[in-house]
C-alpha cells in the first residue's frame, strides 16, 4: 500500500488534509508536543494545536497529562480495529431497531412527536460524549454541574471543551461548578488548568469535598434538564478510568436527584484554591496540622481515645470495622465508663457478623464506601486517616503516616454535624441478608394479603416454592453456554421454553415514610440478543406486605420494553399481583446497563402498585460489587406453575437508590450483581 492510499483510507475515516498531515507526522515521529509538529510541518502554532485536538477527539492521538502536554499516536491498526468495530455496533444498532424505527417513522405522518419526552439514550465512544457534552455546554441558560476526577478535567480540557465553555460562561451569569478530589500528585496539573481559566475571566468555581469523600458518581448536569451519568469499569484499577460509556437522560425527576446528591457534596466541601494551599503547606490554620510521623501520630490518637469521657465517633472502612472488633473489650470498657461510641462502615457479608457482635457494646451502622476514615473524640479532636489504622500493638504504627489533626473547634463541630447527618439516615446492619429476602420471597404455602381490602382483591393467592440450589456448575460453564447461546423462539409461552441471557441486579430497598411506600426488592435485567425476546431491559418490583404467614416479599410489577414479552410474563405471574400488573414502556423510558462490575438502572416513568395503591416514582438504582465472584444455580416453582431456572457468576453489592426525594444507600448484604445470568423458564407441562 501507499502513502497516498493510506491517507485517502484516513481521509474516509472523517480526517481533513490537515488532520491526515499531522496524524502521519506524529505516528512517523512518536510523541511531540503541538510547536514541535508545527515547527516539522512549518504551519502556525495555533492552527497544528487545534488539529491535534480533533485528532484526540476522533481517537487519532492521546494527549499526556504532563505540562506542557504532548501527543503520542495511536497506532493505526488499533484505529483500524475501532474504526470497524463503530460502523459494525452502528450497523447493528440500527438493525435491531429496525422495527422500532420503521414504527417510529410511520408514526410521524399520524401525530406530532413530543420531543420533551423523558427517555434515556446510551452513549458509547469518546467522541459522541464529547459532542454531546459540547451541545450541552452550548445550550446551558443558567449553569452547569459537574462532579468528575482530576485526570477526567484534564481530558475535557485537552479536548477543547473548557475553551468552549470559557467564551461561553465569561462574562456572563453562566455559572459552572464542579467538585474533584485532589491528590498530591494532582495539585500542579489543577493548578495550571484553573490559571489558564483565571486568565479567561470563565466563571469557573471548584471544590473538593469533605471527609476525603470520592467524587461519586461522575456525572455532568444542565439546567437541572439533563444529565450525563458516567459508568466505569473497575476491573483494572491500575488503569485510569475513560470517559467512553454513558447514559444520558431528562427525566426531570432523576435529573432532580442528582442535582439534590451534588448540592450535598457542594455544601461541605473546601474551595479548590485552599485545598491546593493545605496540601501544599501541610498546615490547615494554627490548630490544625498533618502529623507525617506515623509513631507519633498513632501515639496521640490512642491518648486521645483513652481521654474520651463523653462520645467517641468512628467512621471506618470495612477492613477497618473489623480490625475494631477485635478490640471489642476496650470499647466495651469505655462504653461502661458513660462513652457513648458510634460506628459507621460499610457493612459487608465479611464483615456482618463482626458488626452485630459490636452492637453489644456501641451503635454500628452502614454507610457507603466513599468516605476516608475519621474519629471525633468528645466533639474536641479530630483525626483523619488515608488508610485504616491497625488496632492491634504488634502493627500499632500502621496506616497512621501523614495522619491529619486538627483541635480547631469551628471545624470538628462542623465535621461531627455532617457525621451526625450521615448517621441519621443510616441503617442498622441486620441478619436479613438477599438470601433471606430471596427465601422470604418464595414460600412454601399458599397465602393472602388480609390487611387492606383492596390489596386482598389483588393477592388472592400467592405461593412459591424452592426446589433447592439447583445442580453444580462453574464460571467456566455458565461462561461457555453464554458464549455459545442457543436460542429458544418462543411462540406461546404457556407452551415453549424460555431462556435468557444477560446480567441482573437484586437490591433491597428501604424507602424513607415520606414516599409512603413499604420496603422494595427489585430484580432488573438486561437480556441480550440471544435472548427468547431479544434485547430487553426488564424490572421487577417486589414489595414487603403483611401476610397470614408474616411479612413477605410479594411480586407486585414487572416493567419491560419488549411487547412480545407481555404475554409470557402475565402468563408465568399469575396467581401474584405482578401477573395483573405487566407494564411495556418504550426502550428509551428503562434502561439496565452494567460496565465493569458497576450496574445502572433507571426508569423514566412512574410504576403502579397494587392498583396504584402504591407509585414508584422515576429513579435510578446504581450498584458497585466488591469481594470474589461466586457461582451457584437455583430453580423456583412459581404460583403458576412455571418452573425458573437461574444459573449466574455473581457479586455482592452496594445499593445506591436515588430519586427527586431521596437518597439511600444500602450495605453490601443487600445487593447482588449476576455478570453472567442465565434464565430459563419451563411451562408447567414440561417441568
Not at 27 to 48: C, W
Not at 269 to 296: F, N, Q
Request: charged share 25%; with cysteine.
Amino acid at each position: 500500500m501507499t502513502e497516498e492510499t493510506l491517507k485517502k483510507v484516513l481521509r474516509d475515516f472523517g480526517l481533513t488534509d490537515s488532520e491526515v498531515e499531522v496524524y502521519m507526522v506524529v505516528s512517523k515521529r512518536g510523541v511531540l508536543s503541538g510547536p514541535d509538529v508545527a515547527h516539522l510541518i512549518r504551519k502556525d502554532k495555533a492552527q497544528v494545536f487545534r488539529t491535534l485536538r480533533n485528532l484526540q477527539t476522533k481517537g487519532f492521538v492521546e494527549a499526556t497529562l504532563e505540562v506542557p502536554m504532548r501527543f503520542a499516536p495511536v497506532a493505526f491498526e488499533k484505529v483500524l480495529e475501532l474504526t470497524i468495530k463503530e460502523k459494525k455496533d452502528e450497523a447493528a444498532r440500527i438493525e435491531a431497531t429496525k422495527e422500532q424505527l420503521i414504527d417510529y417513522w410511520q408514526d410521524l405522518n399520524r401525530k406530532n412527536i413530543d420531543v420533551s419526552l423523558e427517555k434515556f439514550v446510551v452513549i458509547e465512544g469518546k467522541h459522541k460524549i464529547y459532542s454531546k457534552l459540547e451541545q450541552m455546554l452550548k445550550e446551558t441558560k443558567s449553569h452547569l454541574l459537574a462532579i468528575l476526577t482530576v485526570p477526567s478535567l484534564l481530558r475535557t480540557d485537552q479536548s477543547g471543551l473548557l475553551d468552549v465553555a470559557s467564551k461561553r460562561f465569561s462574562k456572563s451569569k453562566l455559572q459552572l461548578r464542579f467538585l474533584t478530589s485532589l491528590s498530591e500528585q494532582e495539585v500542579k496539573p489543577m493548578k495550571a488548568l484553573m490559571k489558564r481559566r483565571t486568565k479567561q475571566k470563565a466563571n469557573f468555581t471548584g471544590r473538593v469535598p469533605d471527609l476525603g469523600l470520592r467524587p461519586f458518581p461522575r456525572l455532568i448536569i444542565r439546567d437541572e434538564e439533563e444529565l450525563l451519568f458516567f459508568l466505569k469499569s473497575k476491573t483494572d484499577v491500575s488503569t485510569l478510568e475513560q470517559d467512553d460509556f454513558c447514559l444520558w437522560t431528562n427525566s426531570k425527576e432523576i435529573v432532580k436527584a442528582f442535582t439534590a446528591v451534588f448540592e450535598n457534596y457542594w455544601q461541605n466541601a473546601t474551595e479548590i484554591a485552599k485545598k491546593i494551599d493545605e496540601i501544599e503547606t501541610g498546615i490547615l490554620s494554627p490548630e490544625t496540622c498533618v502529623i507525617k510521623d506515623a509513631e507519633e501520630a498513632a501515639e496521640k490518637y490512642e491518648a486521645a481515645l483513652d481521654s474520651a469521657r463523653q462520645e467517641i465517633i468512628l467512621l471506618t472502612s470495612s477492613e477497618g470495622l473489623t480490625k475494631l472488633s477485635k478490640n471489642q473489650a476496650s470499647l466495651k470498657e469505655k462504653a461502661e465508663k458513660g462513652v457513648s461510641i458510634r460506628v459507621l462502615a460499610p457493612i459487608i457479608g465479611e464483615n456482618l457478623e463482626q458488626a452485630l457482635a459490636m452492637l453489644k457494646c456501641c451503635e454500628v451502622r452502614h454507610i457507603s464506601s466513599s468516605y476516608i476514615s475519621t474519629t471525633i473524640v468528645d466533639g474536641q479532636r479530630l483525626f483523619q486517616f488515608k488508610n485504616t489504622p491497625a488496632s492491634n500493638k504488634a502493627n500499632a504504627n500502621l496506616g497512621f503516616e501523614n495522619t491529619f489533626y486538627t483541635n480547631d473547634l469551628e471545624y470538628v463541630e462542623k465535621t461531627r454535624t455532617m457525621l451526625n447527618d450521615i448517621w441519621k439516615d443510616a441503617p442498622v446492619p441486620s441478619l436479613r441478608t438477599i438470601e433471606y429476602f430471596e427465601k422470604m420471597a418464595a414460600i412454601p404455602e399458599s397465602l393472602s394479603v388480609s390487611t387492606d381490602d383492596d390489596v386482598s382483591k389483588v393477592m388472592r393467592k400467592v405461593s412459591a416454592y424452592v426446589i433447592g440450589e439447583g445442580y453444580p456448575v462453574t464460571e467456566k460453564s455458565i461462561l461457555d453456554k453464554t458464549i455459545n447461546a442457543k436460542k429458544y423462539v418462543v411462540r406461546n409461552p404457556y407452551e415453549d421454553i424460555t431462556r435468557l441471557y444477560g446480567h441482573s441486579a437484586q437490591a433491597v430497598i428501604h424507602p424513607p415514610s415520606f414516599l409512603n411506600l413499604p420496603d422494595l426488592m427489585i430484580h432488573t435485567f438486561h437480556n441480550d440478543k440471544q435472548s427468547s425476546y431479544g434485547n430487553e431491559d426488564t424490572m421487577i418490583v417486589y414489595l414487603w406486605l403483611n401476610t397470614p404467614r408474616g411479612f413477605l416479599y410479594v411480586p407486585t410489577a414487572v416493567v419491560g420494553d419488549v411487547k412480545e414479552g407481555q404475554a409470557g410474563f402475565e402468563a408465568v405471574f399469575s396467581g401474584t399481583p405482578a401477573g395483573q400488573n405487566v407494564i411495556i414502556v418504550r426502550k428509551d423510558e428503562i434502561q439496565v446497563q452494567m460496565h465493569g462490575n458497576t450496574l445502572f438502572a433507571g426508569w423514566t416513568v412512574p410504576i403502579p402498585l397494587l392498583s396504584s395503591k402504591y407509585v414508584l416514582p422515576p429513579s435510578a438504582i446504581f450498584l458497585e460489587a466488591y469481594g470474589n465472584l461466586k457461582t451457584k444455580s437455583f430453580s423456583v416453582v412459581l404460583p403458576s406453575g412455571f418452573k425458573i431456572t437461574t444459573e449466574q457468576n455473581y457479586l455482592e453489592a452496594f445499593v445506591t437508590f436515588s430519586n427527586s426525594a431521596s437518597k439511600y444507600s444500602g450495605p453490601g448484604t443487600e445487593g447482588v450483581l449476576s455478570r453472567e445470568m442465565i434464565m430459563t423458564t419451563f411451562p408447567p407441562e414440561k417441568r
